[in-house]
């Protein structure tokens, strides 16, 4: 589903179009910055994979959001946001291009998300994390998110499965960001 830009500090969060599905995927697919996604890696795509952008702007139930530099115009990353069928719970994902990590950029993004999900109703947020992934479980905990649940997840087209975190934040009526 496609909304109106979401402008933070330093990045314009907006919607995902068909032009910027190269991008995701050079994120995605890579052996270092998609690593612990559950994107398969680049040879091993398969076409649904490689065309998922394809009529991306007419999908409905998700939020597919593309983070650029307000400064530059630079392509930092990419993260999403998907309401629950009671719109209360959100689950959120992201993906920061290796240039950009330990900026602060992860932070950021998840901080829009779940003000952009608040305001349309979103009262729990959720984001499932491998375990072994250090830097995007600090950002969470520092973000105030906690471990709801452990699992597993594998790499789609693979054989290799992640232990992962399923990380949880609750906001009250009132919150204010």
């Given amino acids: 589903m496609t909304t109106k830009d979401i402008v933070t500090e330093r990045l314009i969060i907006r919607s995902t179009q068909e032009e910027d599905g190269p991008f995701c995927l050079s994120i995605w697919l890579d052996d270092e910055m998609g690593k612990y996604l559950s994107d ?3 040879e091993k795509a398969d076409e649904a994979e490689l065309n998922f952008a ?3 702007e007419k999908q409905e139930g998700w939020y597919p959001f593309i983070a650029v530099s307000k400064e530059n115009g630079d392509y930092i990353g990419t993260c999403s946001a998907v309401p629950g069928d009671d719109q209360k719970h959100w689950d959120l994902g992201y ?3 290796k240039k950009y990590w330990r900026q602060g950029y992860a932070a950021e993004m998840i901080k829009a998300l779940i003000d952009f999900g608040y305001k349309n109703g979103g009262r729990k947020f959720t984001a499932d994390v ?3 992934n250090a830097g995007s479980n600090a950002v969470l ?3 105030g998110f906690y471990i709801e649940k452990e699992g ?3 790499k789609r087209l693979t054989d290799i499965v ?3 975190y399923t990380y949880r934040l609750d906001l009250e009526e009132n919150f204010k960001s």
């Fill in 95 to 97: 993906c920061v291009h």
């Fill in 152 to 154: 597993t997840f594998q």
């Fill in 54 to 56: 394809k009529g991306i």
């Fill in 162 to 164: 992640y232990e992962q």
């Fill in 40 to 42: 398969p890696p680049r």
């Fill in 141 to 143: 905990k520092k973000l």
């Fill in 130 to 132: 491998a375990r072994e």
